[in-house]
């Protein structure tokens, strides 16, 4: 299973910036997608932007042009650079892997997720 663990969130004035990281650890065979999400209270939880292994990215209509999803192989770490935040960016961020197992099985894992607020 892998385990992911966030860190980075916290309170940013509107149009400032911030950087998400997300390390998994455990036992895998490959994360081939990893990937960020967004929930706001009362919403329902979003894709903000995901990478591949081979680093081919996807990123919501919303947040294009002002968010960079990357990710360091080596280390099985996945960062979201967030600038030019708005209020409508507030919410808490999920960190997801799309991982293969060391039976070459499937299956997703989630972090616990960690909370941006973008207020003046």
């Known amino acids: 299973q892998v385990q992911l663990v966030e860190s980075g969130g916290g309170l940013v004035q509107p149009g400032g910036s911030l950087r998400l990281s997300c390390a998994a650890s455990?036992?895998?065979?490959?994360?081939?997608?990893m990937g960020w999400y967004r929930q706001a209270p009362g919403k329902q939880r979003e894709l903000v932007a995901t990478i591949t292994w081979g680093g081919t990215t996807n990123y919501a209509d919303s947040v294009t042009g002002r968010f960079t999803i990357s990710r360091d192989n080596a280390k099985n770490t996945v960062f979201l650079q967030m600038n030019s935040l708005k209020p409508e960016d507030t919410a808490v961020y999920y960190c997801n892997a799309a991982a293969l197992s060391t039976a070459l099985r499937p299956y997703d894992s989630w972090g616990q997720g960690t909370q941006v607020t973008v207020s003046s």
């Open positions: 455990g036992s895998f065979f490959r994360i081939n997608t």
